[in-house]
DNA sequence: CTGAAAGCGCTAACAT
DNA sequence: ATGTTAGCGCTTTCAG
């Protein structure tokens, strides 16, 4: 009663071999019809569910992949995850979560994880591989693995992701065409290519327009909350502050908010904020939030479906596929004071 | 090279058998000291892992406990999820993460992964399950399930919560303590317990406070954002409209206080807004908003303490665990106009 | 088209 | 303290 049944017990009720009925449950295609219906029925009125392990042992898969993020905490994977999911979920795969919290420890349990049969393969968003570089060839050898969001030098592996400078320096420029020169940029984690990237791209942007970096202006943060509220705020004790900031990610564009709102200062009409991508609640934040959104739920699906072809061996190493992004321009951006002042003079 | 090593390679390479590899490996205290730490050594020396689904043919045993939601997408439960991972790792335990999307078929497949041995236990916070009650019994039968956060009659299983009538109350109370009246309340979808709870602890306060409760005052969402805005909207197209609304949850909040702001509407000086589940952004939400907080890691960790009991088989059917929560006043609310003036007037 | 038989890698009696 | 043996439930040759 409270026992499972096997194949056994199916082959057993019904007089056939355990083969067989393995063969009529997985559409092989190679069983008669009077048996067919028969097994199919039987497995029915039984409840029966093949076991995972017996399978996954006997076949060698698990069908299974792993998406390893940094913070599972942040609602910018979510969204993501659901687009791999869909992808999985149509190809028979189920997805696993690992949470690392930069702790190369646990980046290394979850590679453990592939080799000890866990899961087939693994889409990466940690932006970094827990060995050093000489070693990721050795390390890396028999593994499905592909990046995604960041990418990896050196590793040779396939990645989905979005040009980040691109992105970084259309943002910079709509605050320019507003008519912003003192722009501040409050950074990512520095070493980390991706923050690095949109460092570059306001560069890009502000060496263009003929504008000036002033020395302060680029803070490092770690795109948590509460280094966008403290970076802020020393951007606002420097002699010159900035009238407008862009910012590496939203939620610390909305601790700087939080901040400067804390300091008296109003968005947009003393200083206008950009943030980078558009979080969920970044429409319903107050002031709505001007900022860079990522094709989230399409950079899951194609990230899956790379590792799809990777299983299939159809991918080729360092394979890239870029998406595009687009700038939502909402209320936290405005003409700066001085500007406004100046054309109504004019 | 590519092959992953047996515990068959290294019994060969060491010239003992398997299983003593196997009693070495798995600490079982049963191996003298040469053999012990050659062994070990051995294994690391060739990167042994376990092959998992081996392993978990044999013992019949996953390791692994699937925690389902209703949607990823929302930040609420990765804290739980965090507290759910924690204790699970430290006990062994890998945790998977199951969406539904309210969508029965997918909660049947969850417990279905159940059945064919994908993981061990359950931790299930959709509110529900995809079955009659009359099936209840039968289906759960030899399965460990512990519910969190919302709880399921007649299904008597082991569950941690919280008190929704008496947080609810708890903040309503402190609308009235302020000084209003016309206090308003956007539920939750309402044939659920959890809203309906949350809907008992609104009137229970109003009640005791001899308030009246006007007709259209409890609309009726979906937890969304969007359906807070339309809500609020809605409340206000009242001849007579509230001067505070007690929301269900906060992301409804976050539509509501947005859809007020749309309307002219100060928060708090004109309407006063209370939310429930205190996500992280709503502190630096603006205005910061005021919030039942649910100790929402906590939540995680005992609920999976449960499930641990319970496959101890020390768990009582029925078991119920409550946690306290804390209404943490910011922002959001205020005296109304009202009271303010006639205060002055005194 | 179906059955018989082997074996995936591991662990747990049972022996010694 | 270690080896021998059997078998978890399934899939997949190989025969027929």
Redesign the pocket.
């Known amino acids: 009663m409270s ?7 199916i ?1 057993g009720k019904l ?12 559409d ?9 219906s028969r097994i199919r029925e039987a497995a029915r009125a039984l409840n ?4 995972v ?3 996954n ?4 898969r698990s069908m299974a992949v792993l998406m390893v993020v940094r913070d599972v905490g942040n609602p910018f994977y979510l969204e993501i995850l659901k687009g791999v999911e869909a992808t999985a979920r149509g190809a028979g795969y189920s997805v696993l979560m690992g949470n690392t919290e930069n702790d190369p420890e646990r980046e290394i349990e979850y590679f453990d994880m592939l080799r000890d049969g866990h899961a087939d393969g693994m889409i990466l968003m940690t932006g970094k591989l827990p060995w050093k570089h000489e070693e990721y060839a050795e390390r890396l050898a028999g593994l499905s693995v592909v990046v995604a969001l960041e990418m990896i030098g050196g590793s040779g592996l396939p990645h989905v992701q979005i040009d980040n400078a691109v992105a970084a320096s259309d943002a910079v420029r709509h605050l320019i065409s507003l008519g912003h020169k003192r722009i501040a940029h409050i950074c990512g984690p520095i070493p980390e290519i991706m923050s690095v990237r949109r460092r570059d791209g306001y560069r890009i942007a502000m060496k263009e327009a003929g504008l000036d970096i002033p020395a302060g202006y680029e803070p490092v943060g770690d795109y948590l909350l509460r280094s966008g509220e403290a970076l802020c705020q020393q951007l606002f004790e420097l002699t010159s502050p900035p009238t407008a900031i862009f910012v590496a990610n939203d939620e610390m564009a909305y601790g700087a908010i939080h901040e400067l709102r804390r300091l008296g200062l109003d968005v947009p009409s003393d200083v206008s904020v950009v943030g980078f991508d558009d979080l969920y609640l970044s429409e319903a934040f107050y002031p709505p939030l001007t900022t860079v959104s990522q094709p989230r739920a399409e950079i899951g699906q194609q990230a899956m479906k790379l590792l799809l072809r990777t299983f299939a061996g159809e991918s080729q190493a360092g394979e890239t596929m870029e998406l595009a992004t687009t700038l939502r321009i909402r209320g936290s951006t405005a003409r700066p004071k001085e500007t406004g002042a100046r054309v109504r003079t004019l």
């Open positions: 026992e499972r049944p096997t194949i056994k017990d082959a007089g056939v071999s355990p083969a067989t009925v393995s063969r009529a449950l997985s092989s295609g190679l069983v008669a019809e009077p048996t067919l029966y569910r093949p076991n392990s017996a399978r042992l006997r076949t060698q």
